[in-house]
């Protein structure tokens, strides 16, 4: 007894494959039917016997192609036909924009072992992919994702890439970016020139300069690198040197796990998050001795290696087998390059050689980063390899929302229904080109999900460029949100809470609202509003940005408040080493209020406390302080150091006699080390009690943490488990950064709970 059923498939089925494997599962199921794309995602209907009709549904339900992520399947019983056979039907129209996209996806197994098989027509061959991987977002210009609308457009296929484009049974089958050495896309190897090399292998000769100690430009998937030999120690100065970064971390390239394991500890969850399809940067703790220079990172413990994702990096690393300095095409802070000639203008001052291709990028995209706390992933920054796939709502959109971010680490989501489209990394919205990659980004992301906004959310910070940009545009519902309520509301988003809860948002610096700078924060949350219920006591910060490069400013600080002395005569590490004129100057400035905002800020608290302890005076990258505070301290130290509690509401966390204690043990010689961590215990401590505090006022059990400090491994490491005990029911974010890379995520929420509320 034949049966029909109709069966519609939506979430990212477009573009992975999937119409291919329904047909070979149809024909292995000796089924008859067709399958087609269409607004939702795919269509199939199939005919044939009962049993085998269940047997395509639990293959597809069990088992989809590896690239597709199935959000729902609906099946009914329709009238049979008495169809005999399986066709693929070709769509046509420009409808499919609720289709979601797929992100870029590294080099598969099978187009891995094409690439080193010498009898296989695309050896060697460093743009080989098919529908399990290859290129994506960063190709793609605009929607139905077809070929003539990604930057494969220019190269037209020869007749054996169109034949395996156009076979059903291929694994190139409407693979838009296949191609082959004789029709697709080349590499070319320049000098800093610009004139080209004569070597007939690029890539094997790019290979041997980078062993020989040169710096090489490389054009990879969503921007350029700037490559070396990560153990030659003097290619890896002179790469920081030219690129005018003294410090902050260069990310690492490794052929492969086993490479890895021989500089750092691989855990098997951070095995897992390498090898993932996102293949992040992934933060690891290095081995002892390790013949990789301090250089690469200073002062860290930690290195972060990613794995290759493109068939470039993959003959790179072969050929050369070395360990490399995988760092963005950028000088300082600009955003990373991706054009051609940009690049070429750009980074001639760094690289001496450039190892470029004629595959345009379209979306810059920078590498992600991430790492394992708690053996689950946390997300450092959210980029390549995860946009543009949507985070999915509990609650749906009542409207179209653009919510513009923050203003460092900026990112900005669309939300839609039930997705938030998050998008790539942005950058600091400090200059021109980055402002214009936001306003470009979200023209491009607009136009790739058909997503209309009749709501923009957006930082309550008047002086943002995102603010200036969301107050800038004409007829949209506007809804400004406080900054450490987004963070609380992005990890409440991701874990479907609607509030209340404990938030405990401790960063950075967050506008406050009040005239004072926010940063260490509990707020009982609901996704629509807070109230602000206890703070770090407030100290001045004393002028503005310089504040933030010179965390001895932040000492001063707590050192005048804590113990009204002058730092001079209390014997500190290093105080000697800052200008006593620059010290008089910023104590007037205390005294006076002079170019002084108030802040509770629990980064800058971080910032102080490494500065008194002589560790770090000024910084040349955003954390870097806190990061040298986390690397000092030394495991096994339970103590912690006094605190008070104000009484009035909201209630103040007093650190002085933290701070009055702090320095007498640095006085009395007590190793930096175990002030580190007596340190780092006194915020585990306030927190655990402040928390159970709201739970006898509030009976709140739900804790959110979030906001930047909350990357540091030792806080939660400890934090999450004494929260645990004190039976407290603890969510992180898990799939947006915890820092303001996260912040538009909240920022949607927030705004769409006020409009479901009807504000
Ligand atoms: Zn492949
Ligand atoms: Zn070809
Ligand atoms: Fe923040």
């Known amino acids: 007894m034949s049966e029909r059923r109709h069966i519609t498939v939506a979430g990212v089925v477009q573009g992975v494959g999937f119409r291919p494997f329904v047909h070979g599962l149809a024909l292995k199921n000796g089924l008859a ?3 087609l794309n269409d607004t939702a995602g795919v269509t199939i209907e199939l005919e044939g016997e009962q ?28 009238p049979p036909t008495g169809e005999s056979e399986f066709r693929i039907v070709t769509s046509h129209g420009d409808e499919q924009r609720n289709v979601l996209m797929s992100p870029d996806i590294p080099t598969c197994e099978d187009c891995f072992k094409e690439l080193f098989d010498p009898s296989d027509r695309r050896y060697r061959y460093p743009f080989i992919n098919c529908t399990n991987c290859g290129p994506r977002f960063t190709i793609i210009k605009d929607v139905p994702y077809d070929r003539e609308r990604t930057t494969m457009e220019c190269f037209r296929m020869c007749a054996d890439c169109a034949q395996e484009y156009h076979d059903p049974a291929n694994r190139r089958f409407h693979a838009q970016p296949n191609a082959c050495p004789r029709c697709g896309p080349r590499v070319r190897l320049l000098d800093f020139q610009g004139r080209e090399s004569a070597e007939p292998d690029a890539l094997f000769a790019a290979a041997q300069l980078l062993s020989r100690g040169a710096i090489l430009a490389v054009k990879g998937l969503g921007g350029y690198h700037l490559a070396c030999n990560a153990l030659d120690h003097e290619a890896v100065r002179r790469l920081r040197a030219r690129k005018h970064r003294e410090d902050k971390p260069f990310a690492l390239m490794a052929r492969d796990l086993n490479a890895v394991r021989e500089y750092c500890i691989v855990a098997l969850e951070d095995e897992r998050l390498l090898s993932s399809l996102q293949r992040p940067i992934v933060l690891l703790r290095k081995l002892e001795d390790i013949p990789i220079g301090d250089a690469v990172a200073p002062g860290q413990r930690q290195l972060g290696f990613m794995l290759p994702y493109t068939p470039l990096h993959h003959l790179l690393l072969a050929d050369s087998d070395l360990i490399l300095v995988m760092t963005s095409g950028n000088l300082s802070e600009e955003p990373i390059a991706y054009r051609d000639d940009e690049a070429l203008g750009r980074l001639e001052q760094i690289a001496d050689y450039f190892l470029v291709h004629d595959r345009q990028i379209h979306m810059r995209c920078d590498d992600s980063v991430a790492r394992t706390i708690d053996r689950r992933e946390l997300i450092i920054r959210r980029s390549r390899g995860y946009a543009p796939q949507p985070i999915s709502m509990s609650v749906p959109f009542v409207q179209p929302v653009l919510a513009c971010g923050a203003h460092l680490k900026n990112t900005f989501c669309l939300g839609k229904e039930r997705h938030a489209f998050m998008s790539h990394h942005i950058g600091d919205l400090e200059n021109y080109e980055t402002l214009k990659s936001f306003v470009d980004g979200i023209a491009h992301f607009k136009n790739l999900f058909a997503v209309e906004p009749a709501v923009i959310a957006h930082d309550l910070h008047p002086e943002y460029l995102s603010t200036k940009y969301a107050v800038g545009i004409h007829g949209l519902t506007k809804i400004a949100v406080q900054h450490h309520h987004a963070h609380i509301a992005s990890c409440m988003a991701e874990h479907g809470l609607n509030g209340p809860v404990i938030g405990v948002a401790f960063d950075g610096l967050g506008y ?7 940063g260490g924060e509990f707020l009982v949350t609901r996704l629509a509003g807070y109230e602000r219920r206890a703070h770090l006591r407030c100290v001045p910060l004393a002028g503005g940005d310089r504040a933030i490069r010179e965390p001895w400013r932040m000492g001063l600080s707590y050192l005048r408040d804590a113990l009204g002395a002058d ?17 008089e100057l910023v104590t007037s400035m205390i005294q006076r209020g002079l170019n002084t905002v108030q802040t509770s800020s629990c980064g800058r608290l971080f910032d102080a406390v490494a500065s008194i302890m002589g560790l770090r005076h000024e910084v040349n990258y955003e954390g870097q302080a806190a990061i040298e505070l986390e690397m000092a301290v030394r495991e096994g130290i339970s103590e912690s150091y006094p605190f008070e509690i104000g009484a009035s509401s909201p209630w103040e966390i007093d650190l002085r006699p933290a701070i009055e204690r702090l320095v007498l043990d640095i006085q009395m010689k007590v190793s930096v080390n175990s002030i580190a961590a007596k340190f780092h215990n006194t915020i585990v401590a306030v927190i655990v009690l402040i928390c159970r505090r709201l739970r006898e006022t509030d009976g709140l059990t739900l804790v959110c943490l979030s906001g930047g400090t909350f990357q540091n491994g030792y806080l939660l490491e400890r934090l999450v488990p004494a929260l ?4 407290f029911e603890v969510y992180l974010n898990r799939q947006v950064p915890n820092n303001d890379g996260g912040i538009a995520l909240g920022q949607a929420a927030v705004a769409n709970a006020v409009m479901a509320g009807g504000r």
């Not at 085998?52 to 019983?77: H, K, Q, Y």
């Not at 730092?567 to 010290?583: C, R, S, Y």
């Not at 645990?724 to 039976?727: E, H, L, N, P, T």
């Open 51 to 78: 049993p085998a009709l269940d047997g395509f549904l639990a293959v597809l339900t069990e088992a989809p192609p590896p690239l597709a992520r199935i959000e729902n399947i609906n099946c009914s019983i329709v």
């Open 567 to 583: 730092p001079l005569f209390l014997g500190l590490p290093g105080w000697d080493g800052i200008a006593e004129k620059k010290i």
């Open 724 to 727: 645990r005990s004190s039976a």
């Open 512 to 518: 406050g609202g009040d005239g004072t700078i926010w």
């Open 33 to 35: 039917g067709f399958v």
